[in-house]
């Protein structure tokens, strides 16, 4: 039986509206918590130019607020440590690159725009989408508008943080850890993540009161790496499977 052209066309034109509408939900969110850093950066010592090239540049949460704690809490001598945590945890964008790769295509000018918008919540949005105009739009459409969002806000945290204080003290802290613990737990649905987390997770909290700042979670992603790395519990039986077209492009059966 074959489908009517039309009802393709407005399925697939459905998907990429969802797509876009998903993308827009997921970047004002991210967006606002880019006030915390921006006012933690402040609070930890840095101009509000450094916080906006900060954010401009690096252009990923996790890494930012690392680098922000770890010379907030140890100062001009804590920074070769900030730097390394900020990189490792900078390292799962290359895989996310990996992953993204056939959803963003071939061309130069293409990959290398693409580099700067690959992140957690992009890549999520991306490949919850099923049809790949979708997932493309839903790259671009969250990756663009988190990092126009993303730098407003933190121009604004870091202007505000002297009218606001100590950042802490509203829990704006603890913004971060929130907004990637959202994401990570719907990916806790089989034993090897689940071990990957827990055991980072116990590692760093052992570490922190013993060790200066920034070297638990160096020895806690190192920990998770080895764990993941040698996935000591075997494959998990219940891997999603990759959308055709998907699978296609990447030459699986």
Same mark, same amino acid.
């Given at each position: ?18 797509? %876009?509408?998903? &993308? ?9 918590? @880019? ?10 010592? !840095?101009? %509000? ?6 954010? =401009? ?16 809490? @140890?100062?001009?001598?804590?920074? $070769? ?15 996310? @690159? ?8 071939? &061309? ?10 690959? /992140? ?6 991306? *490949? ?8 493309? #739009? &839903? ?5 663009? &508008?988190?990092? /126009?969002?993303?730098? *407003?806000?933190? !121009? ?5 943080? +002297? ?8 829990? #704006? ?10 994401? =990570? ?29 920034? /070297? ?20 998990? +039986? ?5 959308? +055709? ?7 699986? $059966?």
């Amino acid at each position: 039986m074959t489908l009517d052209p039309r009802f393709d066309d407005a399925h697939g034109a459905g998907e990429a509206r969802r797509a %876009v509408r998903e &993308g827009l939900g997921v970047a004002i969110a991210t967006s606002a918590y @880019g006030i915390s850093f921006g006012a933690l950066a402040v609070a930890s010592g !840095l101009d %509000v130019w450094q916080t906006c090239v900060l954010s =401009l540049v690096m252009f990923t949460g996790g890494s930012q607020f690392a680098f922000v704690g770890i010379v907030g809490a @140890g100062g001009l001598a804590a920074a $070769p440590a900030a730097i390394a945590s900020a990189a490792l945890l900078g390292i799962r964008n290359v895989a996310y @690159g990996i992953r993204m790769s056939p959803v963003i295509g071939a &061309g130069f000018w293409r990959r290398t725009a693409a580099a700067q918008f690959t /992140i957690d919540e992009s890549t999520a949005v991306s *490949l919850a989408q099923r049809t790949s105009r979708a997932r493309t #739009l &839903g790259f671009w459409v969250t990756g663009i &508008g988190i990092y /126009i969002g993303w730098n *407003l806000s933190t !121009l604004a945290g870091a202007l505000l943080g +002297d009218v606001l204080g100590d950042p802490r003290a509203y829990g #704006l802290d603890a913004a971060a850890a929130a907004a990637f613990l959202a994401l =990570l737990w719907p990916r806790l649905r089989s034993r090897q993540p689940i071990v990957v987390g827990i055991a980072a997770a116990v590692v760093a909290t052992v570490l922190t009161p013993v060790l200066m700042p920034g /070297i638990p979670v160096i020895v806690a992603a190192a920990v998770a790496i080895l764990v993941g790395w040698t996935n000591w519990l075997g494959k998990d +039986d219940g891997v999603d499977a990759e959308p +055709d077209d998907v699978a296609e492009r990447e030459g699986l $059966p």
